[in-house]
């Protein structure tokens, strides 16, 4: 039997250039080798999104974008997170073993918190509903962008707590992540994460940006007064993550790709990281056009996605309750 692989994107927006090179890009390898279930996150969207059209429309983009990048409804398994209620429901068990202390320490809680009078508690119970959506379906290896790191880490915690209080019941999940490209920054400002819910996208380049608004956002990337072509995120972030991007989407290591540049000047990076983000992004533009023309297909895909795994998230839940000691 194959190991399980379990990851998710919310449709809090469009994917970026982010998502791709530092999650999807590994998630291609990845579904050739393992039971593979890749999650339309919606439910985690609530958190933050609230306006029902825009969330309707991301839902379809983002599952429009998993297929037309190729993950493969024949190799793996595609759904929308809602289609499931065991996702909620064990996230309110989990949320009864997790201590306010340890959620509270979530950093991409703040961050997203931070400058806003009202957040949700859903956005609160964000880490415990993660944990849940791997915890389900016995994950072994959840493919995930560096920022990820602290909630897959409080994911494998409340399965360890789990595990010793009511007996051997969740898998430990681990982190996989990019040797290069783990998280890529904002073009504007190399120090910040690009994120697919920003209100400016004009760092951020979308998987669905035309090709002209790709060109102009990598010429007017962020570099510094220095002329050197190499990887060194702490003093060089802007050079380092247009270095990052072309390593990975030209299946380069580092070292090969300082060597190309070796002796050239910003321009010609610029340069040839917007033919490597075209080269790979324009394919999946005309895929991605395909879908989203044709809705009933991401359905029909979902409802079979969904079908596949279900009967397995009820079971685990069932299984959770009778240890907690709950009757029916
Ligand atoms: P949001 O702003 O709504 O949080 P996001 O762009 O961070 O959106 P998520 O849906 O939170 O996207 O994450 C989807 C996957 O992409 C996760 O595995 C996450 O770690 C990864 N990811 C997100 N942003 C980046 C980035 N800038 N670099 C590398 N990986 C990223
Ligand atoms: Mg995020």
């Excluded at 379990?6 to 469009?14: D, V, W």
């Excluded at 279930?37 to 983002?62: G, M, Q, R």
């Excluded at 957040?119 to 849940?132: D, H």
């Amino acid at each position: 039997m194959k190991d399980k692989l379990y990851t998710a994107a919310k449709p809090t927006g469009r994917l970026t250039l982010g998502n791709y090179v530092g999650a999807v890009d590994n998630w291609l390898k990845m579904q050739e080798e393992y039971d593979s279930i890749f999650c339309v996150a919606d439910l985690h969207s609530l958190t933050v999104l609230v306006d029902p059209k825009e969330l309707k429309d991301n839902s379809y983009a983002v599952m429009a974008n998993y297929l037309a990048c190729g993950l493969d409804p024949k190799k793996c398994t595609l759904y929308f997170q809602s289609q499931i209620p065991a996702h909620p429901e064990l996230c309110w068990l989990l949320d009864c073993i997790t201590s306010m202390g340890e959620a509270s320490r979530m950093t991409a809680y703040k961050e997203k918190a931070q400058n806003k009078n009202n957040v949700s508690v859903g956005l609160f119970n964000y880490p415990m509903l993660m944990a849940a959506d791997i915890l389900l379906y016995d994950a072994k290896y959840v493919p995930i962008g560096e920022d990820q790191r602290q909630h897959l880490e409080l994911a494998r915690n409340l399965a360890i707590r789990f595990n010793n209080k009511y007996g051997e019941t969740f898998v430990v999940p681990q982190g996989v992540y990019q040797k290069v490209g783990a998280k890529i920054y904002n073009l504007q400002n190399p120090l910040k994460k690009m994120s697919k819910s920003d209100f400016d996208n004009s760092g951020n380049i979308l998987l669905e940006d035309s090709l002209d608004e790709i060109k102009k956002k990598i010429k007017r990337a962020v570099t510094d007064s220095d002329s050197k072509i190499i990887y060194d995120p702490e003093n060089k972030p802007g050079v380092s993550n247009l270095l990052s991007i072309y390593s990975v989407l030209t299946k380069q290591n580092m070292k090969s790709c300082e060597a190309f540049f070796e002796g050239k000047n910003y321009g010609a990076l610029k340069n040839e990281v917007t033919n490597a983000v075209i080269s790979v992004i324009e394919p999946i533009q005309e895929k991605f056009k395909f879908y989203m023309n044709n809705k009933d297909e991401i359905e029909n895909i979902a409802k079979e996605g969904a079908e596949k795994i279900r009967a397995q998230a009820e079971k685990k839940v069932k299984l959770v309750k009778e240890k907690m000691g709950l009757l029916f």
